[in-house]
């Protein structure tokens, strides 16, 4: 059975850092891209940042130059880096998989709080 499990989130002030990671089991397809996404109260979830295989990512323009999206593929695992947060950076964050092939299939990990406070 594919599970994601996410940990790493918490309270932190603002200007910290947290890491956050996410490893993959049971997925028995390679996994094609790797990302994060987050939910704050009240509002829709929203993209951060994605990883492919080959390495290359991308990122929303409100994390740029402060969340770093990396993988370990022996691992299955993707991480997130996040620096110089910021009280708005506050949500639940959830890691995405998807694999290679056809069909594509779509994981979710359960979410992660991340609380950005003073």
């Known amino acids: 059975q594919a599970q994601l499990v996410e940990s790493g989130g918490g309270l932190v002030q603002p200007g910290g850092s947290l890491r956050l990671s996410c490893a993959a089991s049971?997925?028995?397809?390679?996994?094609?891209?790797m990302a994060w996404f987050r939910q704050a109260p009240g509002k829709q979830r929203e993209f951060l940042a994605r990883?492919?295989?080959?390495?290359?990512?991308n990122y929303v323009d409100s994390v740029k130059g402060r969340f770093t999206i990396s993988r370990d593929n022996t691992k299955n695992t993707v991480y997130l880096q996040m620096n110089s947060l910021k009280p708005e950076d506050t949500a639940v964050y959830y890691c995405?998989?998807?694999?290679?092939?056809?069909?594509?299939?779509?994981?979710w990990g359960q979410g992660t709080q991340v609380t950005v406070s003073s």
């Open positions: 995405n998989v998807i694999t290679s092939g056809l069909p594509r299939l779509s994981y």
């Open positions: 049971g997925i028995i397809s390679s996994i094609s891209t």
């Open positions: 990883i492919v295989s080959n390495g290359s990512t």
